[in-house]
């Protein structure tokens, strides 16, 4: 997987802070917690922390659904490979959409959908939103890439990758949450990859034999005879 991510900053240089004797200093997510305490109250901690809650189930859900999808619609790519001969003629004579059914082109954007739901479901909230959005963007690119032929099987919501998911607008980069399990639609994912069956090329076209052909034929056999 090509994945270029910047290195993370280093997090481990020490700050010197002035503590009053006999205070402790926590983790950073308790001073966080305790900051947030004081400024707007239990109500508003709680409030808070719902909300970053609900935003990773959602993403977790959108998430299980587009591999659901997307193992939908590999499959009808998986069917028109068995059916060449509905549209290899197509295909052969470079009809504008027509070209040959590849099912590993999903196995990138759904790997990284992946990689997403396992950053949602670490708690690292921020990271996984901005995972969904890439994968977004290639699920996207490869549905543009979809032959005809593949498209006339799509029904409903498969006939177009859905947009980024509004809950990805609500997350700031450094957002965290608790840890959940992972959604059970990861299978999905993990039958997308699976797949490996592809077309080297489309049969050829049949050549239609022209009317002087067979006299030529005729008469190398008449050669051939006499000889």
């Given at each position: 997987m090509r994945d270029n991510q910047k290195k993370p900053l280093n997090t481990h240089r020490r700050a010197r802070v002035k503590r009053a004797l006999g205070a402790k200093s926590g983790n950073a997510r308790d001073r966080r917690l305790r900051s947030a305490h004081k400024s707007v109250?239990?109500?508003?901690?709680?409030?808070?922390?719902?909300?970053?809650?609900?935003?990773?189930?959602?993403?977790?859900?959108?998430?299980?659904?587009?591999?659901?999808?997307i193992h939908a619609v590999q499959n009808h790519e998986l069917l028109?490979?068995?059916?060449?001969?509905?549209?290899y003629k197509e295909v052969a004579m470079g009809v504008a959409g027509y070209h040959l059914p590849d099912p590993t082109r999903w196995h990138e954007c759904a790997r990284v959908y992946m990689q997403a739901a396992q950053a949602l479901a670490n708690g690292n909230l921020?990271?996984?939103?901005?995972?969904?959005?890439?994968?977004?963007?290639?699920?996207e690119s490869v549905y543009a890439t979809v032959p005809e032929m593949v498209k006339a099987r799509m029904q409903g919501d498969e006939k177009a990758a859905a947009p980024?998911?509004?809950?990805?607008?609500?997350?700031?980069?450094?957002?965290?949450?608790?840890?959940?399990?992972?959604?059970?639609?990861?299978?999905?994912?993990?039958?997308?990859?699976?797949v490996t069956t592809t077309l080297e090329d489309s049969p050829p076209l049949p050549t239609k034999k022209r009317w002087f052909d067979e006299l030529e034929e005729?008469?190398?056999?008449?050669?051939?005879?006499d000889g």
């Open positions: 109250g239990n109500s508003g901690v709680n409030q808070a922390v719902n909300q970053r809650n609900d935003l990773q189930l959602d993403l977790l859900d959108e998430v299980g659904e587009r591999l659901k999808k028109e490979i068995k059916d060449q001969r509905d549209w921020g990271q996984g939103a901005r995972l969904v959005e890439r994968a977004s963007q290639m699920e980024t998911p509004d809950a990805c607008a609500h997350v700031e980069s450094n957002m965290s949450c608790g840890r959940v399990a992972l959604p059970e639609e990861l299978e999905f994912g993990r039958r997308i990859l699976n005729e008469e190398e056999e008449e050669e051939e005879d």
